[in-house]
């Protein structure tokens, strides 16, 4: 017999970017249900590395010192010669953390290791994945999305006001819309295990024939476990044997190392690369993200973080949207994600066809701390700026003391699911209370104290300027604060709720642009 449920929002696909999603949902108070069509948790590590910004999404959302605690950081390369000596290299360009930038550094842990932890975050707030339910069918209309799915207790109908296709590169959601997925498939295969072994330190990550593709192996200790995760590229038509045998062969071939010994695989996957990127995020009221909305090659790391920022950008959105913000609101996500996604794919693509001897090499560019929307139509500066912070970029960190004299940082304001707006004016000029917005005052008189200037450096703020951060943590708008009228017309279409007045008054995006 098939039951009828309904929730706000059903997510297909319990991968990193459906976790964000979910544990975002969650401290919002908006129901979801998590599906997820395999039977037990993904066991391998696919995505190994946490970039800076993902770092900074981690932190508002509760577990980054977990995640610090599980992993580690990336080890040195450790390229070998024939002859058996070697050299090495950092894998990211080493840069010092900042006031404005507190992390620099990419983090390692295994995808698998990473979703636990986002599971058990996510149980924290009350919410756990469905295992072993798939989504077989579904329909929408002008109110919601009807979705028929098979799971452990027979077969259910949901009804839900937003589906979310979270279930990777291979999405049943994608195809099911109809939604184009063009790209290429690039002329990399490849092969990736994670395995027990003899024979190699865990304090490099070792490189053997490096640049060679048809005698290349990386062997790579993974940060958290007591795993090695083994790399290397494979002809198109090789027959892949990813049995604790077959990789001890392989290894053995590639290294001229007996001594290098396989004694268990507990992943492994054999895969073309590709780049690909859907030609659209949202059909009405369904959506994609993650590995569903773009696929690209691992160079650089960046697969598993674009993903979480697509589900951190789209969550508060559907929130608002829920709480009766102009549909509008929802197509931003669109038009601010998927132009990343098509940077991230040029960005990963052209790494590894520049790959050369002498091991990866990893910049600024990878760490994802410059990605911005400002083009984007929620991007507003009443007036235009012309100097400091933008509209539309990342909010930086930066150290501050509380009127009671306690040390604290920006991001401490910041986290959790509410918008902040940050006043450099006096207590006359502030703008009116609203649910969902913190207002603080930074100066001498203000419960923000910028005591050794790293506001002022970082947001270049002037008397009477208003910044208002999003939940995301990237600048909304930046006000003047004799335009208030204007803020709250841009917060009203926000969907951010004033105390004194009604909410049923809801402005499309586009009037204020």
Request: with cysteine; charged share 25%; glycine share 12%.
């Amino acid at each position: 017999m098939t039951s009828q449920l309904t929730t706000d929002v059903l997510i297909c696909g319990a991968g990193t970017a459906g976790l964000t999603l979910a544990i975002d949902l969650a401290r919002r108070g908006v129901s979801f249900r998590l599906i997820e069509k395999g039977a037990t948790p993904f066991a391998g590590s696919r995505g190994k590395g946490i970039q800076p910004r993902t770092q900074e999404v981690f932190e508002d959302l509760g577990i980054l010192d977990k995640v610090v605690a599980r992993g580690g950081y990336y080890p040195r390369q450790r390229l070998r010669r024939d002859d058996g000596s070697y050299v090495e290299s950092a894998l990211s360009v080493p840069d010092e953390a900042s006031p404005a930038e507190p992390y620099q550094q990419p983090l390692m842990l295994p995808q698998f290791l990473t979703e636990q932890i986002m599971r058990e975050r996510l149980n924290e707030l009350g919410y756990q994945v469905q295992f072993g339910c798939e989504l077989l069918g579904f329909e929408q209309d002008a109110d919601g999305v009807t979705a028929n799915l098979s799971g452990p207790t027979g077969p259910q109908t949901v009804r839900a006001r937003y589906l979310v296709g979270a279930d990777g590169g291979r999405s049943f959601v994608r195809k099911t819309l109809g939604i184009g997925f063009p790209g290429k498939t690039l002329d990399v295969r490849a092969i990736v295990a994670d395995v027990t072994l003899t024979g190699l330190d865990r304090d490099a990550w070792h490189l053997f024939n490096d640049g060679d593709m048809q005698r290349m192996v990386a062997i790579c200790p993974l940060a958290g476990t007591d795993l090695f995760q083994i790399q290397a590229p494979i002809l198109p038509d090789e027959q892949a044997d990813l049995s604790a045998q077959g990789l001890s062969t392989l290894v053995a071939r590639r290294t001229g190392r007996a001594d290098i010994i396989v004694h268990a695989v507990s992943w492994a996957s054999d895969y073309q690369m590709s780049a690909r990127l859907a030609e659209r995020y949202r059909v009405d009221r369904v959506f994609l993200v993650g590995d569903a909305a773009h696929v690209h090659p691992p160079t650089g790391g960046q697969g598993l973080n674009t993903s979480v920022q697509d589900a951190y950008n789209l969550g508060w959105k559907l929130a608002a949207a829920l709480r009766d913000a102009p549909d509008d609101l929802l197509d931003s996500y669109e038009a601010e994600r998927r132009p990343v996604a098509e940077t991230v794919l040029g960005l990963s693509t052209r790494l590894l066809k520049d790959q050369k001897p002498g091991g990866m090499r990893r910049g600024r560019e990878t760490r994802q701390l410059d990605i911005g929307y400002l083009e984007s139509p929620l991007a507003i500066e009443l007036p235009q700026r012309k100097r400091g912070i933008r509209a539309g970029g990342r909010a930086p960190d930066a150290p501050i003391r509380g009127a009671a004299g306690q040390p604290s940082r920006l991001f401490q304001l910041f986290k959790g699911g509410h918008w902040t707006l940050l006043v450099q004016a006096e207590r006359q000029q502030m703008p009116g209370s609203r649910a969902g917005m913190h207002v603080h005052t930074i100066g001498p008189k203000g419960d923000v104290i910028d005591a050794w200037g790293h506001i002022r450096d970082a947001y270049d703020l002037g008397p009477g300027e208003c910044a208002l951060i999003r939940p995301d943590g990237y600048v909304g708008a930046i006000v003047a604060t004799d335009r208030i009228a204007e803020l709250d017309v841009y917060l009203e279409r926000m969907g951010v709720g004033n105390l004194q007045q009604p909410r049923h008054r809801r402005q499309s995006l586009l009037q204020l642009q």
